[in-house]
């Protein structure tokens, strides 16, 4: 038989795998704790965890194990444009989390010799996701604030098929302007031109329903929004994550995803979970209230830029302080605490971190091992 390197397919011979933060078993491996021992900061989710609702209509759907499931998940597609006015079924697209959804849209909708454009730094699965189609994306680095500058993005915009964008942006936890991010999807639809935003963290956000484009889906066209219930509604191990968008733009994604692409339990969780306003704003109260706490504390560490958060996580420039980003980690893991290096961002050198906001307990723990490690 040939060598298996030589019967890979060409988009792929290349394609490493992104680097993402949650890998606690990893973390317990090296670090000699055991999983359950480890802080867990690198992981932007909800510190209170899923809805007890949520978790009891998953356990209360295990008599649905024997059968399939729903194939395009019509009861939880259903219930997810009930949750947002204006909205029916066929707006809707769930998937095995909102991962899956950016390799399916590039799939869908990336052809030979097209760009897609993407900011960088920001999540890595964008890159990836094009990749894995054969094309190449295009970067455009952000200015000195992590902010986009609209002129310079317009402009490298031209002929592109897709522009990815997250809103607040990750790693940063920065929110583009209304402005700038209007001009961008008006210039985009001028060009027959996909915009794919990602709002998963923006629920994280304060007056996150006036910010959100989805209550603007019907003039743009052009619009594929993305959202997840990994984040605030903390299902992240059931991996659930849904699109809104056109009529057209979902049934040409419902015809090429996978069958059964999202499990009984999945689907059952999350109608739940949408359902429980209560934990909601619980956990809203929660990050507002803990966001200050780490603002303040963060504060007094001198050697530490940090960045103002839109989102429930800091990210911060540590050069002052040092230590790399990697030699931060690994001595706060030796402590039990494991957060995000971000070297693996393209556009960032070795010295930014990010940290996601958890609860007091947990925080004050963060702070007193970041002060014993880092010089002031």
């Known amino acids: 038989m040939k060598p298996v390197d030589s019967l890979v397919s060409d988009n792929i011979k290349n394609f490493r795998p992104c680097v993402h933060g949650g890998e606690v078993l990893d973390a317990a491996d090296k670090s000699g704790f055991r999983r359950e021992e480890i802080l867990d900061f690198s992981s932007s989710v909800n510190p209170l965890g899923p809805s007890k609702k949520a978790l009891e209509a998953a356990k209360n759907s295990f008599k649905e194990i024997p059968a399939y499931p729903d194939s395009n998940s019509n009861e939880l597609r259903q219930a997810i444009a009930s949750h947002f006015n204006g909205l029916n079924k066929n707006n809707v697209v769930v998937g095995n989390g909102s991962t899956e959804l950016m390799y399916l849209f590039a799939e869908a909708f990336m052809r030979k010799g097209e760009t897609a454009i993407i900011p960088a730094p920001t999540f890595g699965e964008y890159e990836s996701a094009v990749r894995k189609t054969g094309e190449t994306p295009k970067f455009v680095k952000l200015d000195r604030n992590f902010n986009i500058e609209a002129d310079a993005f317009e402009q490298e915009m031209a002929g592109a098929k897709i522009v990815f964008l997250c809103n607040p942006n990750n790693p940063t936890s920065i929110l583009i302007p209304n402005e700038t991010l209007t001009r961008i999807i008006e210039r985009a639809l001028e060009q027959d031109s996909l915009v794919f935003l990602d709002e998963d963290f923006l629920e994280f956000v304060e007056d996150e329903k006036a910010l959100s484009m989805i209550n603007k889906l019907k003039s743009y066209p052009n619009l594929f929004i993305l959202r997840s219930f990994t984040k605030i509604f903390g299902l992240t191990g059931l991996r659930v994550g849904y699109g809104i968008a056109s009529e057209e733009i979902i049934n040409v994604l419902l015809c090429v995803k996978i069958?059964?692409?999202?499990?009984?339990?999945?689907?059952?969780?999350?109608?739940?979970?949408?359902?429980?306003?209560?934990?909601?704003?619980?956990?809203?109260?929660?990050?507002?209230?803990?966001?200050?706490?780490?603002?303040?504390?963060?504060?007094?560490?001198?050697?530490?830029k940090v960045y103002a958060p839109d989102a429930n996580f800091f990210f911060i420039d540590i050069r002052k302080s040092g230590l790399t980003a990697t030699e931060l980690k690994n001595r706060l893991l030796g402590q039990g605490i494991l957060i995000r290096d971000c070297t693996s961002f393209r556009g960032l050198d070795q010295y930014y971190i990010r940290v996601a906001v958890k609860t007091r307990v947990e925080n004050e723990r963060l702070i007193e091992a970041l002060k014993r490690t880092v010089k002031n």
Do not use: G, M, Y
């Open 259 to 304: 069958p059964w692409n999202v499990n009984c339990l999945a689907q059952a969780a999350a109608v739940a979970a949408l359902k429980d306003e209560e934990h909601l704003r619980v956990t809203r109260e929660l990050i507002k209230k803990e966001k200050t706490q780490l603002l303040a504390e963060f504060a007094e560490i001198k050697s530490f």
